[in-house]
């Protein structure tokens, strides 16, 4: 079974540019999930969906981040304007549906802002 | 005070040791727990769940402590494969999120 995909791996902007990152979850997997995680911390939730729904965004820097989820399955983070505290891994992860269950998570993708 | 809390560490054990982490949390309501396991530079992956009777996998065990809003990661015979950085994982009552702690760094040293 195929697992989480997220892409790219890694990205280096400058501050104030826009970046997204891309996520595919397991396939049939309900929910998903974008996660920031700062180097020394765990993971904390930016937003979380149920099949093309919003269950709960709010930690979401909304006057910066946004993030959909159009048919249900691929996912998109995006980070306009980004600021040098953005510089993250952000992991996405997925889980069969909205009750509480194990949650697998992609390899993250690495963001550097200069 | 923050909602799941652990002692960041590192864990600086020999091979063979039995080491114990412990994480707080600060939702008395909070149903279900989990245990990740996270190596550098990797995404973090379940190694368990923490129910109300305890559970034990292998050289792991896990228990929850609720009149004290804890719970416990217990890894027995360690090896230097178990390095890695353990999260504590809480789902506070009422909602479908997950709260995860900074984590506890083990390393099992040769």
């Known amino acids: 079974e195929a697992g989480v995909a997220q892409s790219p791996r890694y990205k280096i902007i400058e501050k104030r540019q826009s970046v997204a990152f891309w996520c595919n979850p397991i396939s049939g997997h309900a929910t998903l999930y974008w996660y920031q995680q700062i180097l020394g911390q765990g993971p904390k939730l930016l937003i979380q969906?149920?099949?093309?729904?919003?269950?709960?965004d709010s930690q979401l820097p909304k006057d910066r981040f946004s993030a959909e989820r159009l048919k249900g399955v691929d996912s998109t983070l995006k980070i306009q304007p980004a600021k040098l505290e953005d510089s993250a891994v952000y992991l996405c992860?997925?889980?069969?549906?909205?009750?509480?269950?194990?949650?697998?998570f992609g390899p993250g993708t690495r963001l550097t802002v200069l | 005070r923050k909602e799941v809390e652990q002692d960041p560490g590192p864990f600086n054990v020999p091979e063979g040791a039995t080491v114990a982490f412990n994480c707080t949390y600060s939702n008395s309501a909070s149903q279900s727990f989990f245990w990740y396991r996270q190596d550098c530079r990797k995404e973090p992956k379940l190694l368990m769940s923490v129910y109300s009777s305890g559970n034990e996998d292998g050289r792991f065990t896990a228990q929850l402590n609720r009149a004290s809003q804890y719970i416990s990661l217990l890894i027995r015979d360690s090896k230097l494969s178990d390095s890695a950085t353990y999260l504590c994982v809480v789902n506070p009552s009422g909602t479908y999120k997950y709260i995860f702690g900074t984590g506890t760094r083990l390393k099992v040293l040769a």
């Open positions: 969906f149920q099949n093309n729904g919003v269950v709960d």
């Open positions: 992860a997925s889980s069969p549906g909205l009750a509480v269950d194990t949650q697998y």
